[in-house]
């Protein structure tokens, strides 16, 4: 009996964990070759979307580069000289929640934009709900993410309950 609980408990932990991944994407800028120069990053956003609540991961060589956020013009110009946000953390690892939906701009500075090291990505609101999901037509349109908010808040409570109910 405790252990069936358990397992099921355990499930739905697991569906918890694996729930954010599946709606909100974390992108390694560049992918494998991650942030540096000799990559085209046009193209390699040019096959992907970004949609709000994403992240874009930068992972590089902290002694050389770094992230800095821009607007258009200074993106086209490579002109860092006042940069709109400034991401380094130095660790070579920074991450950028992509919490609004417009174009945003990222360069390196220390003269890597010049060479190309430089993303461009829209960030777009997320796709509506698949056909298959019953939406009444007079409800508010619910975005995908949100559907999945409420199943979660029951799930983590019956977790809760499970584990409560083992341990005492
Ligand atoms: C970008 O910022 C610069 C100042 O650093 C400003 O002169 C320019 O008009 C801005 N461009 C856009 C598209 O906002
Ligand atoms: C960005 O922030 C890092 C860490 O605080 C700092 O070392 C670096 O000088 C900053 N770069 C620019 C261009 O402001
Ligand atoms: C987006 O995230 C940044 C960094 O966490 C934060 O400073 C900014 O206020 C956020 N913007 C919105 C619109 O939530
Ligand atoms: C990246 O590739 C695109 C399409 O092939 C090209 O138009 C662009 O000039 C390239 N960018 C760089 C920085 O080489």
């Given at each position: 009996?405790?252990s069936?609980?358990l397992?099921?408990a355990?499930?739905c ?15 390694i ?5 991650g942030?540096?120069s000799?990559v ?6 040019s ?21 800095l956020?821009?607007n258009?013009?200074?993106y ?7 940069p709109?946000?400034?991401w ?6 920074d ?7 417009r174009?945003?701009?990222?360069v390196?500075g220390k ?8 993303l461009s ?5 997320p796709?509506?709900?698949?056909k ?6 007079d ?5 995908y ?14 977790v809760?309950?499970s ?6």
């Amino acid at each position: 009996m405790k252990s069936s609980i358990l397992a099921m408990a355990l499930t739905c932990a697991l569906v918890m964990v694996m729930v954010p991944h599946v709606f909100a994407k974390r992108y390694i800028v560049g992918g494998n070759k991650g942030w540096t120069s000799n990559v085209n990053y046009t193209v390699w956003a040019s096959d992907k979307h970004f949609y709000l609540g994403d992240w874009l991961f930068f992972v590089y060589d902290r002694n050389q580069m770094d992230v800095l956020e821009v607007n258009k013009t200074n993106y086209e110009n490579c002109n860092t000289d006042h940069p709109m946000a400034n991401w380094t953390t130095g660790a070579g690892r920074d991450v950028v929640p992509l919490n609004v939906t417009r174009h945003r701009y990222f360069v390196s500075g220390k003269g890597f934009c010049f060479g190309g090291m430089k993303l461009s990505v829209r960030i777009e609101k997320p796709p509506p709900p698949p056909k298959a999901a019953p939406v009444k037509s007079d409800a508010p349109r619910m975005s995908y993410r949100s559907h999945f908010v409420l199943p979660l808040v029951f799930a983590i409570g019956a977790v809760w309950d499970s584990f409560l109910r083992v341990m005492g």
